[in-house]
């Protein structure tokens, strides 16, 4: 009877040990060391961008927010519409937590107009400030993208609709570190995300 007490002490023991080791995301992108001798992580930069309700969005609306960002164009023929689908059960599921955001960067600004984001708003049934759908300087958006968030996102006329992006999905933490990117197309891939996305909001 002892024995089995022991046995059975060292199960909850082992079985609340492994509840309390909580996955650790990683900070990607680079990173550097200030001279006090910390690591200073990738962090996304100031932006100003129009969202679908002609209202200016910059990185100061994300303070304190957990978000997930994308690249797209509402012309898109080919991955977009399967990345909005797995988009729109993050903003569902999310959609009374004001902690969390979305922010979605046409990269072809000189279609994707406020009033061309904003009849795209009204078919997928979104509102800002949840999800931006955001346009203006293509040059800006392109080296967001490129730059700090690590994705593919520029004009190419070999490719349909004259564009390519990555069908990545950012997730980025209350402070604008780069925490998770996943695949927007694949449903188990937006399934890790959602659950990354707990770990950021505890």
């Not at 690249?71 to 969390?100: A, N």
């Not at 690590?150 to 780069?178: C, T, W, Y």
Request: charge should be neutral; hydrophobic fraction near 35%; aromatic fraction near 10%.
């Amino acid at each position: 009877m002892r024995h089995k007490n022991i046995v059975l002490s060292l199960l909850i023991a082992l079985i609340t040990f492994s509840c309390t080791q909580e996955k650790k995301l990683p900070f990607l992108g680079p990173k550097t060391v200030n001279s006090k001798g910390d690591t200073v992580y990738h962090q996304i930069p100031a932006f100003r961008f129009l969202n679908q309700d002609s209202i200016w969005v910059t990185e100061k609306d994300l303070d304190g927010k957990v978000y997930v960002a994308d690249f797209f164009f509402t012309t898109c023929p080919t991955i977009c519409p399967k990345m909005k689908t797995q988009m729109l059960r993050i903003y569902e599921r999310y959609k009374e937590r004001d902690e969390v955001r979305i922010i979605s960067h046409s990269i072809d600004p000189e279609f994707d107009n406020t009033s061309v984001l904003k009849d795209y708003a009204t078919r997928l049934q979104i509102e800002a400030p949840k999800w931006n759908l955001l346009t203006g300087d293509k040059a800006a958006i392109y080296k967001l993208g490129q730059k700090n968030y690590m994705v593919s996102a520029q004009q190419d006329p070999n490719e349909a609709g004259g564009f390519v992006h990555s069908g990545a999905f950012i997730l980025v933490d209350k402070n604008r570190h780069v925490r998770g990117i996943y695949d927007g197309t694949v449903e188990t891939e937006v399934n890790h995300l959602l659950e990354d996305m707990e770990i950021l909001l505890k």
